[in-house]
């Protein structure tokens, strides 16, 4: 192991991108001693005849370029082709009590796994199993419950397509809706809150797009870091001349200042380009009423009668703009500057470029999903673009930024606790079973059940679902009442280690590797964050010849749980054709002639009604929806109260940990920070570096708390505070969520500081 660096606190003032990027690009590949390979993987990424890059959902450039992928992507690949591997005789070096005092960070760069473990209680390791009984052990514990909602079918958005699908019908022929995803932790509002307002949950912006737009609003999302190749777009916008309005709490290095680091030029003349023409330095949880105090601009303008409104649009295509306006200008400017911290002449401002834009794109991430009226807000988003026609035209709509690579695919083909029941009725003609009507689970309520310890059995396809979770050491109690436990994955996780009394580790066949089957090469396919649906074939052997891929395995447990089903899953589980063949039977209206289309090397776009402003409501029209007041999140009383923002460094991909560093914002060696305001650090008597515990404001109770955190002096608003995910984690209660779409409030936990009782080395701060 290496020795302990220390942890230092040097802000970045140099642009994103650029040499950082690059050589942070090599670096990883040498670090994962996978140069040579990584590099040939790099030039395959995101290319036709190649596979899809394993970290974000932003969709591929119209392949002008000869390289598409970025740093970030670039560390995915390098960990998931890393020469590390987790074998049997690791196993049996370390009990899973042992292994539990270990890092994230160690877990992960332990490699990949390599064969199927099965938990043995008596020695407290995990021990190799064939996978005929491994499969045989998931069969036996399905059989043996009482009902088949007794069992939570969890989803990371990795999954392909043809995995996704198949995995929905195995679970719903077994007899549940229990479909608890990573989405649900995620765009989740966005996915139940916009449907109600332009008919679908899904982005409505396609690339080119990004060429026509006039003016572009970037809320609540870390460009830069979470999606790098989004980055090229801005900086071509920008090149043009394009206003790009930036609402975040933190300042984003990459939003501020960029080099595109496929630029050779702009890279050896040392020039960048700045990206945001205003920066908004919104309080956590203040957006709402950044946008009603626009739409409030936009109606006084209106009302004098100046162009503002696109009154065509409006009358045409929607419906409800009446009560919309009477409650957006009953909100006072006070109120408004109040909970946003803005100023109303910055609003009006930005209100000003929305107002002179004819196609303004908004994009957003987690920083306007994950509060407690997340789905709400975004109701109100929808408003402000319906109020001047920014749907169904070139440069204009609503981006959401997905974030795994598949999650907008997952949800598309089935993966959803909450199915609509002209699906259902489609599944069952096309697969000759009654499926389950009622609503299944999401992640919280699969919690709850794992608690009451009416849920026995948990199986995660892909992903890291105890790390994820809010309320970690509630969570993991709860998971420990279970009876069996699947963790099928590509690397070693915490999941595998918070487990049942039964547990599994079934290793798979990674996104850059080749899927063999006795009918040849396969190829699985993806879904972007813009609805183009491409193939993803791997070029690398698979890391051993014991993994399977993930197809087989789902085919596997249907097999050993359903032994009287009449699909036909030992021929899905050789050939993918098939597969796709019924998603087009249960899809006709988006996936007809899939397996046609996709023999085009750059995929098809799936139809998005509002492009063609086709609005799928129960009106029929696009919808102006009411949310009164200005708040996302519950008021807390007490002037102590610190809103806490869990977010993602640029070194970690979720609950993966690349390495401790933080370039962008200026964090060597250290994960547990919070960043923090100056005089909100000098209001609690606190220096630059001082180290603190955080604890929860909660209604329960459980006592939250997080010790040993180092307080960085950051440029972040009055009353916000940010650190990382996941360690943060166990302040963030399950209650607390979004009430449409089950979502936690990840964004916007309330704590306070309070002594710390552990003696964290103090960090170093430079420059
Ligand atoms: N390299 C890399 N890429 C990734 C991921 C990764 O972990 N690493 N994760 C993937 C996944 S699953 C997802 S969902 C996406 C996540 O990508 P992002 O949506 O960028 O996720 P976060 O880093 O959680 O935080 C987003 C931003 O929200 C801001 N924020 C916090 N609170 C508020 C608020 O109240 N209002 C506003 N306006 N902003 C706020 C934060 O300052 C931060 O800049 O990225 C995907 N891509
Ligand atoms: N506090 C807080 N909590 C959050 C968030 C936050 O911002 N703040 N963000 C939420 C969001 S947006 C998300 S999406 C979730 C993420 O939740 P998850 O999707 O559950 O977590 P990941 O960290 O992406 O999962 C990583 C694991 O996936 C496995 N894996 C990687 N590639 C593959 C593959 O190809 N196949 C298979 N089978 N397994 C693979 C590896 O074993 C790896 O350890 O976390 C959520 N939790
Ligand atoms: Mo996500």
Known sequence: MSKEKKSEFKPYHHPAGGWGAASATAKVLIEQSVLVKGSRGLLSMNQPGGFKCPSCAFPDADHRKKLEFCENGAKALAHEVTKGRVTHDFFEKYTVTELMEKSDYWLEMQGRLTEPMRYDAKTDKYVPVAWDDAFKLIGDHLQALDSPHQAEFYTSGRTANETAFLYSIFVREFGTNNFPDCSN???????????????????????????????????????GTNSPRMMTYLVEARKRGVPIVLINPMPERALIRFTEPQ???????????????????????????IFKGMMKVLFEADERGEPALDHDFIAQHTLGLEAVREEAMSCSWADITR???????????????????NATIICFGMGLTQHQQGAHMLQQLANLLLLRGNFGKPGAGIAPIRGHSNVQGDRT???????????????????????????????????????????????????????????????????????????????????????????????????????????????????????????????????????????????????????????????????????????????????????????????????????????????????????????????????????????????????????????????????????????????????????????????????????????????????????????????????????????????????????????????????
């Open 339 to 357: 909970i946003s911290g803005i100023s109303e002449e910055q609003i009006r401002r930005i209100a000003a470029i929305y107002r002179k834009s």
């Open 413 to 767: 083909v089935g993966i959803d606790e909450k199915p609509p029941q002209d699906y259902l009725d489609r599944v069952r003609d096309a697969f000759g079973f009654e499926p389950p009507r009622e609503n299944g689970h999401h992640v919280l309520e699969s919690l709850e059940a794992m608690e009451a310890g009416t849920a026995k059995v948990f199986i995660g396809l892909g992903g890291n679902f105890a790390r994820a979770v809010p309320d970690t050491e509630r969570s993991y109690n709860a998971m420990c009442n279970l009876n069996l436990t699947v963790g099928i994955a590509t690397k070693l996780n915490r999941g595998h280690l918070v487990h049942g009394k039964d547990a599994l580790i079934l290793p798979v066949v990674a996104r850059s590797e080749i899927i063999h089957t006795e009918a040849g090469e396969q190829f699985v396919t993806i879904e972007d964050a813009m609805s183009n649906v491409t193939a993803s074939r791997g070029v690398f052997e698979p890391v051993t010849p014991h993994v399977l891929p993930e197809t087989e395995i789902v085919c596997r447990m249907a097999m050993a749980t359903l032994p009287k089903s009449k699909t036909a899953w030992d021929r899905y589980m050789v050939d993918y054709n098939p597969i796709r063949d019924k998603i087009a039977e249960v899809y006709p209206h988006i996936y007809s002639d899939f397996s046609e289309k996709i023999k085009n090397p750059h995929g098809f776009h799936l139809d998005i009604p509002p492009r063609r402003r086709v609005w799928m409501t129960p009106t029929g029209k696009a919808n102006f929806l009411l949310m009164p007041g200005l708040e996302v999140d519950d008021a807390i009383a007490d002037p102590a109260m610190l809103r806490l923002a869990t977010i993602r460094s640029h070194d970690q991909y979720n609950t993966t940990i690349y390495s401790n560093n933080d370039r962008y914002r200026g964090v060597y060696n250290n994960r547990l920070v919070i960043f923090m305001n100056k005089e909100d650090m000098q209001d609690r008597g606190l220096e630059n570096g001082a180290v603190i515990g955080l604890e929860t404001y909660s209604s329960d109770d459980f006592r939250r708390y997080v010790d040993g955190l180092t307080v960085i002096d950051y440029p972040m608003p009055r009353g916000a505070i940010a650190g990382y995910y996941p360690e943060l984690n166990p302040l963030l209660p399950l209650g607390v969520f979004d009430e449409v779409s089950g979502t936690p409030a990840a964004k916007s936990i309330p704590v306070k500081v309070v002594p710390s009782v552990a003696s964290a080395a103090q960090i170093k701060i430079t420059g």
């Open 185 to 223: 932790m995620c765009h989740e509002p966005t996915s139940r809150g916009l449907p109600p307002s332009i008919g679908i949950g899904k982005g409505t912006v396609v690339l080119a797009d990004f060429e026509h737009a006039e003016a572009i609003f970037v809320i609540g999302q870390n460009t």
């Open 263 to 289: 630029d050779v030029l702009q890279m050896a003349t040392f020039g960048s380009t700045p990206i945001s023409s205003e920066f908004v330095h919104v309080r956590i949880g203040g957006d709402l009423a």
